[in-house]
T-cell receptor, first 111, second 113 residues
Framework: GNSVTQMEGPVTLSEEAFLTINCTYT??????LFWYVQYPGEGLQLLLK?????DKGSNKGFEATYRKETTSFHLEKGSVQVSDSAVYFC?????????????FGKGTKLT | NAGVTQTPKFQVLKTGQSMTLQCAQD?????MSWYRQDPGMGLRLIHY???????DQGEVPNGYNVSRSTTEDFPLRLLSAAPSQTSVYFC????????????FGPGTRLTVT
């Protein structure tokens, strides 16, 4: 089946530090990959996405590259800010078989 | 354009009580879904609907009921609340053919004592 595994948190960084949150996936075919962010007390917002191998999604200084060879979609940011404190979720949609359901990782809290 | 709205924001129930969590959207999206979010578990799909009159079960449907009589509304019913249903509940919508465009509501925090 489809699944997403992301690094366990919490992750605590100083301002301007480099951020990496690892995400790997299991899926047949060619899923679309996403990172969602949840700020304290709010719902989830789409941060970035990539729909095919070698695509790079980027937004608000965050980047992630769809690596099919390593089945990974790691989230990176060169210089984090206090305002980036949130929970980050990696997710996939695999439309093979007609399913459009998002599958989420367990989330990584960044402080 | 309010997007996806959920009510109430907070709710406390006693074991055995019933209640309905409301979800409404004004984006004319066919696809709506309910998730629950628990610490260390990520989001898990409870039920979803691909259009008015059509619903289906997700990963954790037990103890929950849904119906979809209109495109705009997708209420989630707890028939007999249990402490295991203490969670944060999120409603989400998407256009039918755009699985990469999910929009989430602000959530309902439910505590069952």
């Amino acid at each position: 089946g489809n699944s997403v595994t992301q690094m366990e948190g919490p992750v605590t960084l100083s301002e301007e530090a480099f951020l990496t949150i690892n995400c790997t996936y299991t899926a047949t075919g060619y899923p679309s990959l996403f990172w969602y962010v949840q700020y304290p007390g709010e719902g989830l917002q789409l941060l970035l996405k990539a729909t095919k191998a070698d695509d790079k999604g980027s937004n608000k200084g965050f980047e992630a590259t769809y690596r099919k060879e390593t089945t990974s979609f790691h989230l990176e940011k060169g210089s984090v800010q206090v305002s980036d404190s949130a929970v980050y979720f990696c997710a996939l949609i695999n439309t093979q078989g007609g399913s459009e359901k998002l599958v989420f990782g367990k989330g990584t809290k960044l402080t | 354009n309010a997007g996806v709205t959920q009510t109430p924001k907070f709710q406390v129930l006693k074991t055995g009580q019933s209640m309905t969590l409301q979800c409404a959207q004004d984006m004319n999206h066919e696809y709506m879904s309910w998730y629950r979010q628990d610490p260390g578990m990520g989001l898990r799909l409870i039920h979803y609907s691909v259009g008015a009159g059509i619903t289906d079960q997700g990963e954790v449907p037990n103890g929950y009921n849904v119906s979809r009589s209109t495109t705009e509304d997708f209420p989630l019913r707890l028939l007999s609340a249990a402490p295991s249903q203490t969670s944060v509940y999120f409603c989400a919508t998407q256009p039918w053919d755009r699985g990469d465009e999910q929009y989430f509501g602000p959530g309902t925090r439910l505590t069952v004592t």
